[in-house]
C-alpha cells in the first residue's frame, strides 16, 4: 500500500514534537515537596478507586441476591416470565439513571489516562514510523528499478524500430535491383571482408613474430641448452646463451682473459667475413636462431591449418607450442603437429 508523503510528513513531524518535548521535560528539576504531593495524590486516587471497585462489587452482590432466580424453574407460565423480565427492565432502568461517580477535580487520574494514551500513541507512532520508513526505502529503489526497465525497454523498442525501417528500406532496396546487380554486390562484400581479413591476419602475424623475436627466443634458446624452461626466467641476454648452461641448468661464468693466439684471431676474422657473404638473413647468434625456427614453425603451421606437419625431430618451439595449448601431436607419432582448431565448436 502506498502511503502519501504528506502524511509521512506529518508523522514525522509529530515525531519530532514529541521528541523535544520530552528533552524539555526531562531538563525540568522537580523539587521534593512536588513529588511527595504528587505521590500523596496517586496514594487517595487509588485508595479512592479501590473503593469504588468495593462498593460496585458490593452493589451487584446485594443486586444478585435479590434478583436471583433460575429460569428453568419459572416453568412456562408467560405471566411469570413477564413478570420477571418487567423486574430485570426495572433494575436496569435504576442503574442507567443513577449518576456516574468521576473523580474529583484534583484526582491526578485523568493525567493518568491521558499519558498512558499518549504513551501508547507514541510507541504505535514509532512503529509506523519505523515501518512507514522502510516501505519508502523499497518504493524507492522499485521505482528506481521500474525507470530503468523503462529506459531499457524504449532503447530497445527505438532498437527495433530502426531496425524494422533498416531491413525495409533494404528489402525495397533489393526488390529494385536486378539478380546480377544483387550477385555483384554479394561478391564485393565477400571480397572487402576477405581483404579485411587477410589485413587482421597479416598484422597478428607481425605481432606474433615481434614477440617471438623479442621476448620468446632467448627462453626458447635458454632451454635448448639446457637452461630454465620457458616462462622461468624471462630475461636471458646474448652473452649468458653464448656461455651456455651447466649440468645443473645454471649458467656458466665467463672464463678467465687469455691471451689472444693468433691464429685463433684469424679463424675468429674468417668466420665474420664468410657469415657477412652469406647475406644478412642468416642467424648470427643462438637467440636469432632460436627465433627463426620458431617463425618459421609458426608459418608452416598457419598454412597447413588444422591438418598435420611432419616435424624433422621435436624440438623446443615445439614442445612450448603444445605446453602452451597451441598445437598438438598426433596420437600415435610424435613426429607430427598440428595446430588446435579453436573455432571447431563455433563453426558447430
Known sequence: MDIPPQIVDKV?????????????????????ATL???????????????NQVKRQEDDLRTLREVNSFDLSKIGNNTWSRVAQVRRAKR???????????????????????????????????????????????????????????????????????????????????????????LARELVEQQQEKQSELESSTEDMKTTLYSFVDESLASMLAAEALGGPTVGDAPEVSDATLQLGYTNHGKPKKPRAAQPADPDTSQRRIDELLRQSAQGNDQPSNRRETAALEMRNLLATLLEAGSSYIDIPRESVASRFLVRAKVAQFHPRDARRLRLIDFGRTLDD
Open 91 to 181: 433494575a436496569y432502568d435504576s442503574l442507567l439513571k443513577s449518576e456516574t461517580q468521576f473523580p474529583a477535580a484534583g484526582s491526578p487520574l485523568p493525567s493518568l489516562l491521558a499519558i498512558e494514551e499518549t504513551t501508547r500513541l507514541v510507541k504505535e507512532s514509532k512503529v509506523s514510523v519505523a515501518i512507514t520508513a522502510e516501505k519508502l526505502s523499497a518504493n524507492r529503489e522499485r521505482l528506481k528499478t521500474e525507470e530503468a526497465n523503462l529506459r531499457d525497454a524504449h532503447s530497445i523498442r527505438d532498437g527495433l524500430q530502426r531496425r524494422i525501417q533498416t531491413i525495409g528500406s533494404e528489402k525495397a532496396t533489393k526488390e529494385k535491383k536486378t539478380a546480377p546487380q
Open 12 to 32: 514525522q513531524g509529530f515525531a519530532e514534537k514529541r521528541q523535544r518535548a520530552e528533552a524539555f521535560y526531562e531538563t525540568q528539576k522537580i523539587s521534593p
Open 36 to 50: 511527595q504531593a504528587y505521590n500523596r495524590k496517586l496514594d487517595d486516587t487509588l485508595r479512592e478507586l479501590q
